[in-house]
């Protein structure tokens, strides 16, 4: 049965404990300097009221949002004006959390008679301290706020969140930030109920990232709302079943995706997926991806659930050229759709015809966006159909949808925030003003050589059976030489086992058919994989077995290929 969420046992030693004044016991006898650091979204004065409420020690605190410099430096600071003109994107921020700063406050000064000083917030952790913790909240928290109206960005307390500042600004510069003292993190604070925090000593926490490092792993699985949205993660997994739609289902986008550490829903602290990859990168990515992706995991799996729902917007993404020098991405998001519910009925939209009029495509996109006329998307681009079990080849580019009707497991690299939208379809977003539609990108990237014929030949490939064994077979779903990872899939019979290795590169697998299979690894871990779940397999783990105990299964498998295409 599909795990909501999937949560692994602390390594022995760890210290784990929830509630506020388990909490603040944490806490040294002083005199100490505390630096609590994390994101701006956290709950900054609930955090500081209840650690000096529940720790018997006298306390001082210092909220060091107010050290920040005046807010307009801020914005010269952290976005050139290219990107402050751009309405849609911007270049990743490269700033170090310092810029929010003209000077910093020299805590010694401020401890006084006090036992304690807490400074909390955003760059509490560039001051000078004994103690270091992070107080965390996953991403979709802050995402979720700015579309609510509420939250904040970094270094811009009490103004009205934006959301390009929050994915493109703020995510970057506190990720990076977050990265560089993870080693010597005093404590993990998790605050998503701002009532029972969840506390994980920093040693425990290495602990246990060194251990995930080495054997297969589910991250925690979440599903988000948009206007093209279906109905099948609400129906089939019990996703938010009273929410709008079930649309965007995160199984592993890395930037966002965390692992639950604990005993059980009262005792478990989320952290971030990426710590992993960070602390631990050869074990994690493997050698090879760790020279070419640096600490970034470089494959994403998502669900685009259109069961119930509408057509997605037709879009393309980045070359890699634009990716890397306008947005500031190392490497760009080339993307497969499998088809894990689908039909000869419905269909795919996936490239130029060979037809297509380019002046004529502007023209149309122009007047759709600008004055409300609809457009006929398969005047320009070709359609397939979406049949179950298909994969389609993405490279960016590409003109892409899928089609209303359709549960896609979507195997992409993993820069996910530039959508260049094309057509929409005249939808209006969640608040009723038309969506954005970045075409200006999309027509600057849009590839405009491979047409008609070549877009089937090289875009729909057919399945090739690359070995075979007793009860199983592998096949080779997808691969092109401008694209930096494959697509494969095992199909088992009941009882089958198939003998799998990593060889150096971590392996991402996903069950799209059957009842279910069991991952067991050289070493000993054993993990069960329900239908629709993925699993990380990080390339430390070596020599693994699929097997299928319950029934036939079909398990879908991405990989990073050799330098040489193999």
């Known amino acids: 049965m599909y795990r909501l969420d999937p949560r692994y046992a602390p390594a022995p030693g760890t210290v784990l404990t929830a509630g506020w004044q388990a909490v603040a016991a944490q806490l040294p006898p002083g005199p100490a300097i505390v630096a609590v650091e994390g994101p701006p979204t956290a709950d900054w004065a609930t955090i500081a009221a209840r650690l000096t409420a529940e720790c018997p020690a006298p306390v001082r605190t210092l909220d060091i949002r107010t050290h920040y410099a005046p807010p307009a430096e801020v914005r010269r600071r952290t976005m050139s004006p290219a990107d402050t003109a751009d309405p849609y994107y911007c270049r990743l921020a490269e700033n170090p959390l310092d810029d929010l700063f003209d000077q910093l406050p020299r805590t010694s000064r401020l401890l006084g008679d006090a036992l304690l000083l807490i400074v909390y917030g955003p760059g509490a952790s560039l001051v000078a301290h004994d103690v270091l913790w992070y107080a965390d909240l996953p991403k979709r928290y802050a995402e979720s706020a700015v579309i609510a109206g509420a939250g904040g960005n970094l270094g811009l307390p009490g103004e009205r969140a934006e959301l390009k500042r929050l994915f493109y600004v703020d995510w970057p510069m506190l990720d990076r930030h977050r990265d560089a003292i993870a080693d010597r993190l005093d404590g993990w ?10 506390f994980l000593d920093g040693d425990g926490l290495r602990t246990c990232c060194a251990d995930l490092a080495r054997r297969p792993l589910r991250t925690r699985p979440f599903f988000n709302s948009t206007p093209w949205g279906g109905h099948w993660g609400q129906r089939e997994l019990g996703f938010n079943p009273g929410g709008r739609n079930t649309a965007l289902g995160y199984e592993l986008i890395a930037p966002e995706a965390g692992i639950l550490i604990g005993h059980g829903p009262d005792t478990q602290a989320e952290v971030p997926f990426q710590l992993l990859c960070v602390l631990h990168p050869e074990q994690v990515l493997g050698p090879e991806a760790h020279a070419r992706f640096g600490t970034s995991f470089p494959i994403r799996f998502d669900y685009l ?3 119930g ?3 997605l917007s037709v879009h393309c993404h980045p070359k890699e050229p634009y990716m890397r020098e306008r947005f500031g991405w190392a490497y760009t998001q080339h993307e497969t759709y499998y088809m894990t519910l689908g039909s000869p009925d419905t269909r795919v939209f996936l490239g130029l015809r060979e037809d297509a009029d380019l002046d004529l495509f502007r023209k149309e996109i122009e007047e759709a966006a600008n004055d409300g006329v609809p457009m006929d ?3 320009h681009v070709l359609t397939f159909p979406a049949e179950q079990g298909r994969l389609f080849m993405i490279p960016a ?3 892409h949808a ?3 009707g359709h549960l896609v497991l979507e ?3 993993t820069p996910y925030l530039y959508s260049l939208r094309f057509y929409d379809w005249l939808r209006p977003d969640a608040d009723g003003k038309p969506r954005q539609l970045p075409y200006e990108h999309g027509l600057a990237n849009l590839e405009t050589e491979r047409r008609g014929d070549a877009v089937a030949r090289d875009l729909v490939q057919e399945p090739r059976v690359l070995r075979r064994g007793d009860g199983w077979h592998e096949e080779l779903l997808g691969a092109l030489d401008e694209m930096f990872y494959e697509v494969r899939r095992h199909t088992l019979d ?3 086992a198939v003998d799998e290795h990593t060889r150096g590169r971590f392996h991402v697998l996903n069950v799209v058919a059957g009842e279910g299979i069991v991952v067991e690894t050289a070493a000993g871990d054993r993990h069960a994989l329900a239908y629709a779940e993925t699993l990380t397999v990080p390339a430390a783990v070596g020599a693994y077995r699929l097997v299928a105990p319950r029934g036939p299964a079909k398990v879908v498998k991405a990989l990073v290929r050799e330098p040489d295409g193999s």
Not at 189 to 198: C, F, I, K, R, Y
């Open 377 to 379: 998307p398969e005047d």
């Open 189 to 198: 604070l998790d605050v998503q109920d701002p009532g029972h925090p969840v």
């Open 397 to 399: 580019g590409t003109p």
């Open 309 to 311: 729902g509408g057509n």
């Open 411 to 413: 195997i992409s690299a």
């Open 305 to 307: 659930d259109t069961v």
């Open 402 to 404: 899928s089609g209303a």
């Open 494 to 496: 009941a009882g089958a």
